[in-house]
């Protein structure tokens, strides 16, 4: 993700700073077994002892990706999941984690859902059972689930304000067009304010079961105790009926790039927010690693050739950046920034000649050094919490990814040829027929549109209804 946890619902976090092996200069996974319980439960358990925390993550094989026609349905299911139990009311689940300092949540990803709880280790045994019954066995009850319905469309309409927040989900809809993960991951107005309690029954019947999870805790335990507490917690969740779970999003098949430009109207906007990319690359692609590296050079520091033609140069915009997006069974490569309506057509083609430029000439030899050294030094502080490690383990979990892949990171940046990184570029970053969002005035940007491809336009509460 992969910003994984990038849409967690919950606001306050405990943060969980680990002093030990995380925070060397050179990253490698701390130790950590892994079973699964006799009801297909994965458990991960990694012991870190500097402070007395825990945090624990429930990944559940089914996210946006699972949908269907209910946009939002996995993400509102995970965020009523607190709503209430049988033992435990929303007022009483509140009261309970606020009392003891602990924090809840769930975040929504298109090919998962997670569940965390961050707790003191003291209140493992007092919390972890509450925790299991939420995830488990949820009530949903109607009347938090009406007014959590009407707050959510209340967001969701607000959100359209801000294009930046609704960007990724228009680009997403134009590059997957139908498939899964074109889904909007939270849902819209519409879409959410038809579900009930009922869907949310059923859906979770349907994907919360333990043969499609896994639960990974870090912090301070002692694993014989910590195992009893997890089967007297998470033994007794039965896995239902057998392939009763949502299926896997379908691989998206390779297509010709169509060199289409979603036009949506926003007629009181004073910027333009621009997307330009297309079909990226799977989490699991063994070009993932040398890609974040020459990403960098592109358009993923401060310091990347985009930034410095757009805002540092010209001044066009605040910021502007590249990035891919890796999913389990595809992915997306995006530029990404925004510019005063007036200097839309300059931004893009600013955005258009420094692409392709970065493409045609590719990299030399001291602008990859600089590069290897920047993504070296920000990985190993992406793992100084339990949070962070916690939902790492999730992660290897659902996109399959194995130790080595974390433990060789560095060795595979530091051998990352020249060579190596201009077949990368060429292979992976696209040149024709892009597509392009661009959301803002339709009627100021509707020629300059025109001249990046075939024009789909529409106004901002269609798009984000999904409707192109």
């Given at each position: ?31 950590y ?48 999941l ?27 990803d298109?090919?998962?859902?997670t ?13 972890l ?37 609704v ?18 991951l ?5 879409s959410?304010g ?12 349907r ?7 896994a ?16 089967a ?22 390779a ?15 004073h ?17 993932w ?14 310091t990347?050739?985009l930034?410095e ?15 891919f ?8 490569f995006?530029?990404?920034s ?9 931004a893009l083609?600013?955005a258009?000649k ?44 659902v996109?399959?990814?194995?130790d080595?892949i ?19 570029i ?23 549109a025109k001249?990046y ?10 798009a ?5």
């Open positions: 993700m992969l910003q994984i946890f990038s849409r967690i619902v919950s606001s306050a976090a405990i943060a969980l700073t680990l002093a030990g092996p995380a925070a060397a200069e050179t990253f490698k996974l701390p130790a077994e892994s079973y699964a319980l006799s009801n297909g439960l994965k458990v991960y358990l990694m012991p870190q002892k500097e402070v007395p925390l825990l945090h624990v993550t429930v990944g559940i094989q089914s996210g946006s990706a699972n949908d269907g026609a209910q946009y939002g349905l996995a993400s509102f299911t995970g965020e009523a607190d709503l209430g139990t049988k033992n435990y009311s929303k007022d009483k689940l509140e009261d309970l984690f606020d009392f003891h300092g602990a924090y809840f949540g769930a975040g929504i298109q090919d998962f859902t569940v965390q709880l961050s707790l003191a280790a003291k209140d493992a045994a007092k919390l059972p509450v925790f299991s019954e939420i995830v488990i066995a949820p009530t949903f009850p109607d009347k938090e689930v009406v007014k959590l319905r009407e707050r959510t469309v209340s967001e969701l309409k607000k959100a359209k304000e801000s294009p930046n927040q960007a990724d989900q228009f680009f997403n809809r134009l590059v997957f067009e139908k498939h899964p993960y074109g889904s909007p939270e849902g819209t107005p519409l959410i038809k579900l009930n309690r009922n869907d949310l029954q059923k859906f979770h019947t994907a919360y079961r333990p043969q499609y999870a639960i990974s805790v870090v912090g301070d335990f002692d694993a014989t105790a910590m195992k009893k507490l997890l007297d917690t998470f033994g007794s969740w039965s896995p239902g009926q057998a392939n009763a779970a949502p299926t896997p999003a379908a691989a998206v098949q297509k010709a790039p169509t060199g289409r430009v979603l036009l949506v109207d926003k007629s009181d906007a910027e333009t927010t621009f997307r330009i990319g297309g079909l990226g690359v799977r989490r699991d692609s063994q070009d690693i040398g890609l974040q590296v020459v990403n960098t050079i592109l358009g993923g520091r401060f990347s050739l930034n033609e757009l805002r540092v140069k010209t001044g066009l915009t605040y910021g502007a950046r590249s990035r997006e890796g999913l389990k069974n595809s992915g997306t995006a530029i990404s925004f510019t005063a309506t007036e200097n839309t057509e300059k083609e600013i258009f420094t692409y392709k430029g970065f493409v045609k000439s590719g990299v030399d030899a001291a602008t990859l050094d600089s590069a290897k050294a920047y993504v070296k030094g920000q990985f190993p502080p992406r793992y100084e919490t339990a949070a962070a490690l916690s939902g790492l383990l999730v992660e290897m979990w996109y399959g990814l194995s080595a974390i433990n060789n990171f560095e060795a595979e940046v530091n051998g990352l040829t020249v060579d190596r990184a201009n077949e990368l060429k292979k992976h970053f696209p040149t024709e027929k892009l597509d392009v969002l661009l959301i803002g005035q339709a009627s100021k940007i509707q020629d300059i001249k491809g075939s024009v789909i336009k529409t106004d901002i509460v269609s984000q209804e999904g409707r192109l």
